[in-house]
Every structure is written in structure tokens, then in C-alpha cells.
């Protein structure tokens, strides 16, 4: 049981390139979120999906596209990658409810150069 | 929108003392839930404790311990015999629970550092 899974750990991108973060989970949660971390600041929602089919727009989702065609995959997709979307991206999962907790990936650390 | 506000950016405590981390949060909601997470060096985000709003009886999780006052939105984070491996990012964390998703909304976080 490996929780939740993110790939890659670390991504070096120019301005303007475009890449996708893949988050996995073996939990067979229903709900999936993806969260981005500054200095500074606490965890900001970017898009959230609460099963497979369906994605939801979160706090700061401008720039972030995103995709859930397998209920145990997410994906987090930068078209145009800006100076701006450098940072920590976590995925999370959690069983539908509400006394769910959100079990979170390791990040991926990432820099728009 | 939820706030949630952290006013301790760093705190320090000597190895087997007591510390407690604040955490206040702005909400209309009469139900709710409260977290805290703790990130050590790993990076990895770790459920620390959780409060629902609707029971007043404090949770506690072996060292951990939570003060909630409902009232005055406050939710402060009580780590008794502190140890080496509580050093980390404690952030506390608010949840709306509704239709469709269960969003966390975080404070900025409390770095903790345990003194040997």
C-alpha cells in the first residue's frame, strides 16, 4: 500500500514549457486535490475532483489545467509554465464524507526558470 | 472565503517540555472541522490531530493535545514532552464540509524547533 504517490519529486522548466504532475493513490478515495505551497503561505487549493470524470476549480487554479480520467489518478497540467508557478505542488486524497481526512503525496519541487 | 491565521511564525522549545502552537480562524459556519498537520524536513504532510466543531470535548492524540474554543475561534495545538522528532512546520488548517467537496483552507504555519 503505497498512499499516495506523486511523479516527478523534482522539475526544472523554462518559461513557456508545459508539463504534467502525476498524483496516484491506492486508497481508492473518491475525492482528489491538488495544492500548491510558497514560502510564506500555507497550502493553496488549485483544483480539486471529487471522482473520476469531474474536476472543480480551487483557490488559485488560473495557469493549472487538470484531469481525472482514472479514479486513482489526477493530473496537474502546466501549458505555459510562468516564474509565478514556482513551488511545492501536493496532491492529496480522501473517501467521499465528511469525516474524511486528506492524506497527502511528497510534493514535487518545481522551478520556471 | 475561510482565514485561517498563524501569529507564531517560529517557535522553540527545549526536549521534554511543553509548547502550544495558536491558531484563530474566521468562519460564519456553525459546523466545521479543524485540523493540524505537521511537515517535518521530509516535506511529507502528516494529520497531526483533527477537531469537529460540534463536540466540545478537546481531542487528544497521545502527546498532542488541542485547546478549542469555539467562541473566540481559537484553536491552539498543546505538544507535551517534546521530542526531537516534533521539530517541523505545524500548520493548522479549516474545513467546511459540504456537497461536492472538503476543501482545507491552511494558515501560513508555526516552525518548531525542538532544543536538545
Known amino acids: 500500500n503505497a498512499g499516495v504517490t506523486q511523479t516527478p519529486k523534482f522539475r526544472v522548466l523554462k518559461t513557456g514549457q508545459s508539463m504534467t504532475l502525476l498524483c496516484a493513490q491506492d486508497m481508492n478515495h473518491e475525492y482528489m486535490y491538488w495544492y500548491r505551497q510558497d514560502p510564506g503561505m500555507g497550502l493553496r487549493l488549485i483544483h480539486y475532483?471529487?471522482?473520476?470524470?469531474?474536476?472543480a476549480k480551487g483557490e488559485v487554479p488560473d495557469g493549472y489545467n487538470v484531469s481525472r480520467l482514472k479514479k486513482q489518478n489526477f493530473l496537474l497540467g502546466l501549458e505555459s509554465a510562468a516564474p509565478s508557478q514556482t513551488s511545492v505542488y501536493f496532491c492529496a486524497s480522501s473517501y467521499r464524507g465528511v469525516t474524511n481526512t486528506q492524506y497527502f503525496g511528497p510534493g514535487t519541487r518545481l522551478t520556471v526558470l | 472565503a475561510q482565514t485561517v491565521t498563524q501569529s507564531q511564525p517560529e517557535m522553540s522549545v527545549q526536549e521534554a517540555e511543553t509548547v502550544t502552537l495558536s491558531c484563530t480562524y474566521d468562519t460564519s459556519e456553525s459546523n466545521y472541522y479543524l485540523f493540524w498537520y505537521k511537515q517535518p524536513p521530509s516535506r511529507q504532510m502528516i494529520l497531526v490531530i483533527r477537531?469537529?466543531?460540534?463536540?466540545?470535548q478537546n481531542a487528544t492524540e497521545n502527546r498532542f493535545s488541542v485547546n478549542f474554543q469555539k467562541a473566540a475561534k481559537s484553536f491552539s495545538l498543546k505538544i507535551s514532552d517534546s521530542q526531537l522528532g516534533d521539530t517541523a512546520m505545524y500548520f493548522c488548517a479549516f474545513m467546511k464540509p459540504q456537497t461536492g467537496a472538503n476543501n482545507l483552507f491552511f494558515g501560513t504555519g508555526t516552525r518548531l524547533t525542538v532544543i536538545p
Open positions: 475532483s471529487v471522482g473520476e470524470g469531474t474536476t
Open positions: 477537531q469537529e466543531a460540534y463536540k466540545q
